[in-house]
T-cell receptor, first 109, second 114 residues
């Protein structure tokens, strides 16, 4: 079967750096997505990786290793507003999005 | 504001009720989706419409009935639901189908079935 694994919950300190990992096993690969979802709000697109390597976008970076079936989302200079759930999703060979259950990130002062 | 609006935001219904969820997108997209989001579970794709035609129905029970009258509007009609159907129902849209990637989500309709 197809599977996306990410930690259920993480805690980090304001101003610090946190890395949220995502591992996947899917039938084929056509890209990996990260979405952010604040409590009670819509998920919003953060990043898309289809080639190996690091994509940087401001304080957020996303890394992909296709050979390892692995990605991470790196958040720098954490702010309280970064408290949210982070959803990892992989597009399989049929262009279907397979979703992880999300990682709830708690930022403490 | 994502450009996708869902109403109602909250809904409580009994198992014998009939209700509908509404979604409207103001982005000019031509594909729309219904997802179910339950606590600590992955998003579950329910229905996909592309150019107002249903292209996917992921074995969803018939007590959920979608309707897409035009490319800007999507409904989910609910009838004789079960308590386990309580969840957040998310609508999303995209330009083209999901092969192009980015989905734009609404804030969801929180459904409670008593």
């Amino acid at each position: 079967g197809q599977n996306i694994d990410q930690p259920t919950e993480m805690t980090a300190t304001e101003g610090a750096i946190v890395q949220i990992n995502c591992t996947y096993q899917t039938s084929g690969f056509n890209g990996l997505f990260w979405y952010q979802q604040h409590a009670g709000e819509a998920p919003t697109f953060l990043s898309y990786n289809v080639l190996d390597g690091l994509e940087e976008k401001g304080r957020f970076s996303s890394f992909l290793s296709r050979s390892k079936g692995y990605s991470y989302l790196l958040l720098k200079e954490l702010q309280m507003k970064d408290s949210a759930s982070y959803l990892c999703a992989v597009m399989d060979s049929n262009y279907q999005l397979i979703w992880g259950a999300g990682t709830k990130l708690i930022i403490k002062p | 504001e994502t450009g996708v609006t869902q109403t109602p935001r909250h809904l409580v219904m009994g198992m014998t009720n009939k209700k509908s969820l509404k979604c409207e997108q103001h982005l000019g997209h031509n594909a729309m989706y219904w997802y179910k989001q339950s606590a600590k579970k992955p998003l579950e794709l329910m229905f996909v419409y592309s150019l107002e035609e249903r292209v996917e129905n992921n074995s969803v029970p018939s007590r959920f009935s979608p309707e897409c009258p035009n490319s800007s509007h999507l409904f989910l009609h609910l009838h004789t639901l079960q308590p386990e159907d309580s969840a957040l129902y998310l609508c999303a849209s995209s330009q083209g189908d999901s092969t192009t990637g980015e989905l734009f989500f609404g804030e969801g309709s929180r459904l409670t079935v008593l």
